[in-house]
């Protein structure tokens, strides 16, 4: 995919914004961000060459940036909280027409009428990974430790479980021990779903299994790990984490292996 010259990142929580722009700068992208309140950090304004912050309502106000400035490619990067986006600002206009478009009023459905939406407005959302590539791993075990024999029963147990609850647009995570699933992720996130697994299992050892949906749209729907998920991993014990291979994101990858390391997590790639 062509690098475009410039490009919009409209910004949700954690690190993927972030990284991104910085990674869009180097390759000499001149990068606008438009930051979602209560969601972005503000060191995303360090690494744009603007920034203006948004309420998950101001749809209108993304369109005239975006026009003022003749900007057509847009990446989605960061995570809105799944209960904020049903508990939305006062939506303006242009989102209330958003709203009114959609089939279904869960995640996806409204990433996709964002996408659909911003594409019959004249832009081009693009895969959000463009500028991270390098941070997609293949297939192997990444780490010093390798799970044991009793763990790669459990990953040959879950995977094909968490692959086919995917389908259903319940949850992309799930914990096993022992030949059986422990905790399925909804609309609480990932780490809820691991504190949960955690009082379960009395913090016992834990596998954490995610995967992507069937038919994965690289635009909006690509599972992240961060820096950020060490903390959660070492306080709930997980001694595995099985991802999908091609269609993960894993920031900092080099430094999230060596946290990994550190706490004698392993990191199987499927």
Not at 1 to 14: D, F, V, Y
Not at 98 to 121: A, D, Q, W
Not at 146 to 155: A, F, Y
Request: glycine share 8%.
């Amino acid at each position: 995919m062509e690098i475009p010259s410039k490009i919009l990142i409209i910004a949700g929580n954690g690190d993927f914004p972030i990284l991104s722009a910085k990674e869009a700068l180097k390759q000499g992208v001149e990068v606008f961000v438009a930051a979602i309140k209560g969601e972005a950090e503000k060191e995303i304004e360090m690494f744009a060459n603007e920034c203006v912050w948004v309420g998950l309502g101001d749809f209108g106000k993304i369109l005239s940036f975006l026009k003022k400035r003749n900007i057509k490619k847009i990446i989605l990067a960061g995570q809105v909280k799944h209960v904020k986006i049903f508990s939305r600002d006062f939506p303006d206009f242009k989102t209330l027409k958003l709203l009114f478009s959609l089939k279904k009023n869960n995640t996806v459905s409204l990433l996709e009428g964002v996408i659909s939406f911003l594409e019959r407005e004249g832009f081009e959302v693009l895969d959000s990974t463009i500028f991270l590539r390098k941070f997609i791993p293949h297939k192997g075990i990444l780490t010093k430790r390798r799970p044991s024999e009793m763990e790669m029963e459990d990953i040959s147990f879950g995977y094909p479980i968490a692959k086919e609850i995917s389908k259903l647009d319940i949850g992309q995570t799930i914990v096993v021990k022992n030949k059986a699933v422990v905790a399925v992720e909804a609309m609480e996130g990932t780490d809820e779903t691991l504190l949960r697994a955690n009082r379960l299992v009395g913090g016992k050892e834990i596998i954490l299994i995610k995967v992507s949906r069937p038919n994965q749209d690289m635009r909006y729907d690509v599972p992240v790990l961060g820096l950020n998920t060490i903390k959660i991993l070492k306080k709930c014990n997980v001694s595995t984490v099985v991802v999908e291979g091609g269609k993960t994101l894993i920031l900092n990858l080099d430094k999230f292996l060596e946290e990994l390391n550190k706490i004698n997590t392993s990191l199987v790639v499927m």
